[in-house]
């Protein structure tokens, strides 16, 4: 007996076209003998379209076109879209997908989803307050400073001087590298708050820090148990690990198993378990890291990793002797477990 997926993917955040491929791959690698599958596309203006998928495999230019599909729906019309649906699977990335929004949605209408509920999704997604509870958990982060009308102490001159160059600078809720920027001297700083300002109240600025880049993904499996998948070393040919490194074929190297000792890549999972828990994350996540005079810094915990084809998560759990369709199997059965445990508390 197969039951139906509902997979989602689009939205109005600047991962848009992400999603889409994330949701690609997805749509093609979920077992047919399992599962029927729905393809619901989220417009930037947040309407809801979708369409059943019973023949060939789309194509990314089919799941961008509206016309591919019935609807549009508004949140309040959207019954027809979730109509016999058992699971949705959020390949969504960024904002309204990955920040608790959409989850809040699909907990309004008893929908299980993949992945993180609304306050580990929504506190995740915020890398400001992210950082407020790695520190508060005992996890290493890098040097860091907020810039917006609440702290005017942290004028460009004073980030200059606390952080150097170069330095990194962030909207706390984006994600994929985008809305954000290195900054190599006081000009650039400027130029990159700037910028960045009309996306976000507050900005984060935070040294650079030297070392070896790595990212280790978390798994839940359907009986609750949490294990890290083997971690991923980062070595980007562009200055750092940014949007066209992550998502173009030879932009970056990523190495799977990291050649490092035991110990080392055994600490890099345990943070990540770590980070996953203290977050108070579900199904899975991805967190990134760098090492440094035997010091490794969180950098940011993603709750919907990507899921293309030149997507960490799926690489670490292929490393580990798993194939993709199981690890969509695994996000799934996670989901209906977490239902079912809900439920009965």
């Known amino acids: 007996m197969t039951i139906q997926v509902n997979v989602l993917f689009g939205g109005p955040s600047a991962e848009h076209e992400v999603s889409l491929n994330s949701a690609q791959g997805v749509i093609a690698n979920l077992s047919r003998d399992k599962y029927r ?3 619901v596309f989220v417009s930037k203006n947040k309407e809801f379209y979708f369409r059943d998928i019973t023949g060939n495999i789309p194509e990314v230019s ?6 591919f599909y019935t609807g549009p729906f508004s949140a309040a019309t959207s019954g027809p879209v979730w109509e016999d649906c058992a699971v949705a699977f959020l390949a969504l990335h960024g904002t309204f997908g990955e920040d608790g929004v959409i989850q809040g949605f ?3 209408l008893d929908i299980p989803y993949t992945g993180s509920g609304v306050m580990a999704s929504a506190v995740a997604m915020d890398k400001i307050i992210s950082k407020y509870i790695y520190i508060q958990s005992g996890l290493t982060v890098p040097p860091y400073s907020i810039f917006g009308q609440n702290h005017p102490q942290n004028t460009v001159n004073e ?3 606390k952080h150097g160059f170069p330095c990194f600078v962030k909207c706390p809720q984006s994600g994929s590298s985008r809305l954000m920027g290195k900054a190599d001297s006081s000009d650039q700083l400027e130029e990159l708050l700037a ?3 009309p996306h976000a109240s507050e900005i984060l600025v935070e040294s650079a820090i030297k070392g070896i880049e790595f ?5 839940e499996n359907a009986d609750g148990t949490i294990t890290s998948l083997p971690p991923i070393e980062i070595r980007p040919r562009s200055t ?4 066209t490194a992550k998502y173009t074929d030879g932009a970056s190297e990523e190495i799977v198993p990291a050649p490092y000792p035991e110990e080392l ?3 890099i999972g345990d943070i990540a378990i770590k980070s996953h828990q203290v977050l108070g994350c579900s199904g899975f996540s991805r967190t990134d890291m760098i090492y440094c005079n035997n010091e490794l810094y969180v950098l940011e915990t993603n709750t919907l990793p990507g899921l293309t084809r030149n997507s960490l998560l799926p690489k670490a759990y292929k490393a580990a002797g798993g194939t993709y369709t199981s690890l969509l199997d695994t996000f799934i059965e996670s989901a209906l477990h977490k239902k079912i445990y809900s439920s009965i508390i």
């Open 106 to 108: 699909l907990d309004s």
């Open 265 to 267: 890549l055994k600490r």
């Open 159 to 161: 980030l200059s001087r």
């Open 62 to 67: 089919d799941l961008s076109n509206t016309a």
């Open 240 to 243: 750092f690990f940014d949007y």
């Open 37 to 39: 599958i729905r393809a």
């Open 215 to 219: 990212s280790c993904g978390v798994l």
């Open 195 to 197: 910028e960045l300002q």
